[in-house]
């Protein structure tokens, strides 16, 4: 079967609780001040000029450059982005629950202080196992968004052979497309994690070598936001070192 012809992921914009989880951190707090379920966090106004500046990245691709479809994180951060990044472009729009942020569970609205004053041995359950591997009660491990990826990877290679995919997601599905598409080891993935921040409304990239096989071709790249305040919060490390 043949591979995509090109894939492209952007992570969502800045969004309210980005904000809240770098001042909660910054101040010592235990708790992000965040009133909504992670499903329903919006773009901050930050965020969504970041989503406009995205979509000004993709009309001026070449029309036969251009993804021919698009599918999102049925998140309301991720769904925004995608809107305004596709607002003009007649660029048809799915979503796909697989593409859903990483359930933190219990820790969820915790700051790495709040963890660790509420619960040391998840902390301490964290540094034994590592963070590929660790789960907090009710939520997921990295490896559980892993298998919800390769299903989809894999559904999207069987249902758009030879086209081209703009997905619309979060941090953590940057590094395990990475890890899947590129055939990175645990050790890999996770020193890619601990090198970078995936920036909010960060574009990264694959494209079919001659071989048809999907190359990296850009990674984090924020060079169409130039012009656009970028505050480079990861999910992960907003939501909550974990």
Not at 1 to 16: P, Q, Y
Not at 136 to 164: C, I, K, Q, Y
Not at 226 to 241: F, K, M, N, V
């Amino acid at each position: 079967m043949r591979d995509l012809a090109a894939l492209w992921i952007v992570r969502h914009g800045e969004s309210t609780a980005n904000v809240a989880a770098a001042r909660a951190e910054s101040a010592g707090a235990e708790v992000v001040d965040r009133t909504e379920r992670d499903a329903d966090v919006p773009l901050s106004p930050a965020g969504e000029e970041q989503a406009r500046a995205t979509g000004r990245w993709l009309m001026a691709l070449p029309p036969h450059r251009r993804p021919d479809v698009a599918v999102s994180s049925p998140y309301l951060r991720a769904r925004r982005t995608a809107e305004l990044t596709l607002a003009g472009s007649g660029i048809p729009l799915s979503r796909d629950e697989r593409l859903r942020d990483r359930d933190l569970g219990i820790l969820d609205a915790l700051t790495r202080q709040g963890i660790r004053a509420r619960y040391p041995d998840e902390h301490e359950r964290h540094d034994r196992e590592g963070k590929f591997y660790f789960r907090p009660p009710g939520g997921e491990a990295w490896t559980d968004v892993a298998l919800r990826m390769r299903s989809f990877l894999a559904d999207l290679r069987h249902g758009h052979a030879g086209r081209r995919v703009l997905l619309f997601g979060h941090d953590v599905l940057v590094f395990l497309l990475s890890y899947l598409i590129d055939g990175l080891t645990e050790e890999e993935v996770m020193a890619l994690g601990s090198r970078h921040v995936i920036a909010n409304c960060s574009i990264t990239a694959w494209s079919a070598d001659d071989s048809g096989h999907l190359r990296k071709t850009a990674f984090n790249e924020v060079g169409h936001l130039h012009s656009t305040e970028i505050r480079p919060t990861g999910d992960d490390q907003a939501r909550y070192g974990v």
